[in-house]
Structure formats: C-alpha cells, structure tokens
C-alpha cells in the first residue's frame, strides 16, 4: 500500500468519523431540544394547575367565609330566640313563670307558681321544668344531656343557704340546710 493510498484511507476514516460525530451532536441536539419542550410542558401544566388550584381555594374560601358568616347568623338568631321564646303565641307556660339563665340550660320555669301564690292552683300544679331551647337540627350538648339525665333519674333536690357572718373573724360562712 502506498503512501497516497494509506493517507486516503486515513481521510475517509475521518471524514467518517466526523459524519458520525456530527449524527451523534445532532441526536444529541434532537433529544435535548425534545427534553426543553417537555420540561417547558409541564412547566406550563404545573402552572395551569396551579391556578387551577388557586382559584379553587379561593371559591372555596368564599364558601367556608359565607357558611361561617350564616352559622354565625343562625346562632345569634337562636340565641335572641332562646330569650323571646316565653313571649311566643303559643309558649305554654306563664312568662312570668320563666327565669332566663341561658347557660348550661335556657330556662327554669316555675310553672304556676303565680298561679299557687295568689292562693288559685294547688301546690301539686306547681311544676320545676328546666328547659332547653333549640332550633333547626340543633342538639342538646354534653352537659345538657348530663342534667336532664341527672333530673331523669331524680338526682334533683331543694338547699337552702345560709350566709352567717363571723364577727370575730370578719368571715362569712355559708351554712347548707334541706
């Protein structure tokens, strides 16, 4: 092999080298300008949800917002209700029979005590009723439960307290008698 023919060789290989190298880069291109626009999709994806996602939260603020401005509402209108309620048409008891106490429990009421003090009903038609006022779907809470059961099993009694004054000691003492 001659010189000429060995420095031919030597060019086409290269020349084959650089064709190949030159399919590699452009592969190579191809693939990363292919990676940018799926990196730039889910870019644009990400954001798309993301607002998405933003509006959504505020729809859903708006909501929560409205629906704890309108318990709010119901609750202050049970709770001026639970004091007008003796002053309905149809209440069943004397108004003035009813003390307000609102909490744990809305009302005692006396029922014809008036009535058995102005010497009109006998004792026996004197009632204690404890009353709870409530609204819509609302429930007795815990304790509410508690003292009606405790009134249901009869666990309800009459004390009477007495305040003594300790002149010695300048205290006061509370005595407790049936």
Same mark, same amino acid.
């Given at each position: 092999?001659? +010189?000429?023919?060995?420095?031919?060789?030597?060019?086409?290989?290269?020349? @084959?080298?650089? $064709?190949?190298?030159? *399919?590699?880069? *452009?592969?190579?291109?191809?693939?990363?300008?292919?990676?940018?626009?799926? $990196?730039?999709?889910?870019?644009?994806?990400?954001? #798309?949800?993301?607002?998405?996602?933003?509006?959504?939260?505020?729809?859903?603020? /708006?909501? @929560?917002?409205?629906?704890?401005?309108?318990?709010?509402?119901?609750?202050?209108?049970?709770?001026?209700?639970? &004091?007008?309620?003796?002053?309905?048409?149809?209440?069943?008891?004397?108004?003035?029979?009813?003390?307000?106490?609102? #909490?744990?429990?809305?009302?005692?009421?006396? &029922?014809?005590? !008036?009535?058995?003090?102005?010497?009109? $009903?006998?004792?026996?038609? $004197?009632? +204690?009723?404890?009353?709870?006022?409530?609204?819509?779907?609302?429930? +007795?809470? &815990?304790?509410?439960?508690?003292?009606? &059961?405790?009134? *249901?099993?009869?666990?309800?009694?009459? /004390? #009477? +307290?007495?305040? /003594? !004054?300790?002149?010695?000691? #300048?205290?006061?003492?509370?005595?407790?008698?049936?």
């Amino acid at each position: 092999m001659t +010189l000429t023919t060995m420095l031919l060789i030597i060019i086409l290989l290269m020349i @084959a080298l650089l $064709v190949w190298t030159i *399919q590699r880069i *452009q592969l190579q291109n191809k693939a990363l300008l292919q990676s940018e626009q799926d $990196v730039a999709q889910i870019k644009n994806e990400m954001l #798309e949800r993301e607002a998405g996602f933003q509006q959504q939260l505020a729809k859903d603020i /708006k909501v @929560a917002q409205k629906r704890s401005n309108n318990m709010q509402r119901n609750v202050l209108k049970g709770q001026i209700g639970e &004091q007008f309620t003796p002053f309905i048409t149809d209440f069943p008891y004397n108004p003035s029979d009813c003390r307000f106490m609102g #909490e744990p429990i809305d009302y005692v009421i006396f &029922q014809n005590l !008036h009535e058995c003090a102005d010497g009109n $009903v006998p004792i026996e038609d $004197v009632h +204690l009723i404890i009353a709870e006022v409530k609204t819509g779907n609302a429930r +007795l809470n &815990q304790r509410q439960k508690i003292i009606k &059961q405790a009134i *249901q099993n009869g666990q309800v009694s009459f /004390k #009477e +307290l007495r305040i /003594k !004054h300790c002149e010695d000691t #300048e205290d006061m003492r509370v005595n407790v008698s049936a």
